[in-house]
């Protein structure tokens, strides 16, 4: 299976930026997706094929993708940003792949 | 705006048959620029995706699941529905559906919107 490995938490003060990575070979070969969970709910999407944010998502989410990594950022970080992130891409063998997800801790 | 509800039992007993619809409301499941997926998290876990539907009946399976599931497709009744047989307690986790892609997925595989989620625990 296409393995994605994600940073099991990130820490950001409050107004700061955050940055999530999610590694993978050749990542940067794949369209990637990223998830926001909030605790007792249902992931929303956030961004999809590396940088495109969908209506109603904030200018503060950003994606890119390049090489080995893909990475998230949120900036100005706000306490409702806290959540667990996961980073999703198609493998043409094995289909959906997603990261172990990351929680983000807003200081 | 499309919505999606899952439904089916919330206990289910080991070895048996997991059987779980999600219904379509507010787009249709014949359009041909989407599919259709299930996905689960086990309790406080990460996501795992399980399978993909197109209304035309194509499927891709999850390779470690594939031998237990089935997953089908009903446009009269806009719904898609998943069964995964001999269940064990690795199976218990709260299973979503979602509408996935547009396209072909190698170019947009992304999955928006998502049901609630239903819970399903196994245990006899």
């Known amino acids: 299976s296409y393995e994605l490995t994600q940073p099991l938490s990130v820490s950001v003060a409050l107004g700061q930026t955050a940055r999530i990575t999610c590694g993978g070979d050749n990542i940067g070969s794949k369209n990637v997706h990223w998830y926001q969970q909030r605790p007792g709910q249902a992931p929303v999407l956030v961004i999809y094929?590396?940088?495109n944010r969908p209506s109603g998502i904030p200018e503060r989410f950003s994606g890119s993708n390049s090489g080995n990594t893909a990475t998230l950022t949120i900036s100005r970080a706000q306490a409702g940003d806290e959540a667990d992130y996961y980073c999703?891409?198609?493998?043409?063998?094995?289909?959906?792949?997603f990261g172990g997800g990351t929680k983000l801790i807003v200081l | 705006q499309l919505q999606l509800q899952e439904s089916g039992p919330g206990l289910v007993k080991p070895s048996e048959t997991l059987s779980l619809t999600c219904t379509v409301s507010g787009g249709s499941i014949s359009s041909s620029s989407y599919y259709w997926a299930w996905i689960r998290q086990p309790p406080g876990k990460g996501l795992e995706w399980i399978a993909t539907i197109y209304f035309s009946g194509n499927t891709y399976y999850n390779p470690s699941l594939n031998s237990r599931l089935t997953i089908s497709v009903d446009t009269s009744k806009n719904q898609f529905s998943l069964k995964l047989n001999s269940v064990t307690a690795a199976d218990t986790a709260v299973y979503y559906c979602?509408?996935?892609?547009?396209?072909?997925?190698?170019?947009?595989?992304?999955?928006?919107?998502w049901g609630q989620g239903t819970l399903v625990t196994v245990s006899s």
């Open positions: 999703q891409v198609w493998d043409s063998d094995t289909g959906v792949g």
């Open positions: 979602a509408r996935q892609g547009l396209g072909e997925l190698s170019f947009d595989s992304r999955f928006d919107p």
């Open positions: 094929r590396d940088m």
